[in-house]
């Protein structure tokens, strides 16, 4: 009897240990050199484009892992918004996007907006794109810093609380360092806005 009850413990032990193997031995992980790979709506439109010099596909989950990717935002035929970070991963059936690494995000006007982050969030269903950790928005006029942002499909970027501000002057230099609540940075009309949250402050500058 003690034999039986030795049999029923190791049993399932056995199983458990047993398991990983069959997953592994299923998992197909295919290495891809200079992956460029354009992603396309149910209609046919453009949506993203991405370039890699080193990059994998696992089949279990259905996931790409990207080195140094180059993501082309794309508007039509038109580049919106050039991306690049140390590494990202795209899955859910090219749905969701995630760049981690010196996130940098630069709009293809003269001025030269760059918006750099520790880590960047998109899901194509959206029109938003989520950036976390040490946000700083530079361009000849404005630097912004925060800890959190959020680029709407609008072209206004929203700074989370608390944000530092700093004006440059006509050399570039830095002329006013000031901190406030949220803010908003409008690509289009280049003006900056900032809100508290009591609602009775709020201003706008224009460059």
């Known amino acids: 009897m ?6 029923i413990i190791f049993l399932p032990l056995f199983m458990l240990g047993c398991a990983p193997n069959v997953i592994d ?40 892992e990207l080195i140094k990717p180059i993501i082309n935002i794309l508007n039509g035929e038109e580049t919106k918004y050039i ?16 760049l981690k690494g010196n996130v940098k995000l630069k709009t293809l006007k003269k001025d030269g ?7 960047f969030i998109w899901n194509i269903e959206n029109t938003n794109y989520l950036l976390e950790g040490n946000i700083r928005f530079e361009n000849q006029n404005i ?7 959020i680029l709407g499909s609008d072209n206004i970027i929203e700074f989370f609380n608390p ?13 006013y360092e000031i901190n406030s609540e949220n803010a908003y940075y409008n690509l289009n009309s280049e003006s900056v806005s900032f809100k508290a949250k009591d609602k009775r402050v709020k201003s706008i500058i224009y460059f």
């Open 2 to 7: 003690s034999n039986i009850y030795r049999l």
């Open 25 to 64: 031995e299923n998992k197909v992980t295919q290495k891809i050199d200079s992956l460029n790979m354009t992603i396309f709506s149910k209609s046919g439109d453009k949506i993203y484009s991405i370039t890699s010099p080193n990059s994998s596909y696992d089949n279990i989950e259905l996931k790409f």
């Open 83 to 98: 991306i690049s970070s140390e590494e990202s991963s795209l899955s859910d059936n090219n749905k969701l996007l995630k």
């Open 113 to 119: 907006d760059i918006l750099y982050a520790d880590t």
């Open 143 to 149: 630097i912004l810093n925060s800890g959190k942002a």
């Open 163 to 175: 944000v530092k501000y700093i004006i440059k002057d006509e050399n570039n230099e830095n002329k």
